[in-house]
Nanobody, 118 residues
Framework: VQLQASGGGLVQAGGSLRLSCAAS????????MGWFRQAPGKEREFVGG????????SYSDSVKGRFIISGDNAKNTVYLQMNSLKPEDTAVYYC????????????WGQGTLVTVSS
């Protein structure tokens, strides 16, 4: 199974973008799907996650109220709707999955760059 993130790009502050992360390969049934980001010169940080069986998503304080995570089980795809974007949201965004819970996020996609201009 591979995760493929897409949807990044350049957007002005206050704008919106939607990232997608599609799983390809054999049957995909993770426990949790999450989004992380890494800004230049900074550590990777958790953005938010959602249990694949349904449930309320969780978010970091820095994006709560602006970002929305949703999933489409039929399409094996998770989305990150980003609204009211700020320049500090500029980062490479990664999707990841918890496939074997004891190992945490153990499946990662390649990143997609989001740049927010002021």
């Amino acid at each position: 199974v591979q995760l493929q993130a897409s949807g990044g790009g350049l957007v002005q502050a206050g704008g919106s973008l939607r990232l997608s992360c599609a799983a390809s390969g054999r049957t995909f049934s993770p426990y949790i799907m999450g989004w992380f980001r890494q800004a230049p010169g900074k550590e990777r940080e958790f953005v938010g996650g959602i249990t694949w069986s349904g449930g309320k998503p969780s978010y970091s304080d820095s994006v709560k109220g602006r970002f929305i995570i949703s999933g489409d089980n039929a399409k094996n795809t998770v989305y990150l709707q980003m609204n009211s974007l700020k320049p500090e949201d500029t980062a490479v965004y990664y999707c990841a999955a918890v496939v074997r819970p004891a190992r945490g996020y153990d499946l990662w996609g390649q990143g997609t760059l989001v740049t927010v201009s002021s």
